[in-house]
Nanobody, 127 residues
């Protein structure tokens, strides 16, 4: 499975971005989808996940209340709306899928997503 993450860019502190995760030849609706991020010299961090139906979502402590994950089955896309961005949000953001991982605090770990990963999109928050 090959996922594609897009929508990153340079934004000022307090600004917003919306990331998109798409897939070719694969329905994202068959899997839990997660967003991770990795800043230079830091470990990959779980940001958010959404289950197959979209009914269950989870957010990491550092983004809860600012980020919103959603899925659109019509376009086979999972979005990550990021608001109130700070320089600490600067990282490469990846989307990942897995058919068996449950979306939640315990499940939002990189090794839990074996179905496929996107190539990453750079988000830079700077004035």
């Amino acid at each position: 499975v090959q996922l594609q993450a897009s929508g990153g860019g340079l934004v000022q502190p307090g600004g917003s971005l919306r990331l998109s995760c798409t897939a070719s030849g694969f329905s994202l609706g068959s899997s839990t989808i997660a967003w991770f991020r990795q800043a230079p010299e830091k470990e990959r961090e779980g940001v958010s996940c959404i289950d197959r139906t979209g009914d269950r979502t989870f957010y990491g402590d550092s983004v809860r209340g600012r980020f919103t994950i959603s899925r659109d089955s019509a376009t086979n896309t999972v979005y990550l709306q990021m608001n109130s961005l700070t320089p600490e949000d600067t990282a490469v953001y990846y989307c990942a899928s897995d058919q068996f991982t449950l979306c939640g605090r315990a499940g939002l770990v990189p090794y839990g997503f074996l179905g496929g990963w996107g190539q990453g999109t750079q988000v830079t928050v700077s004035s």
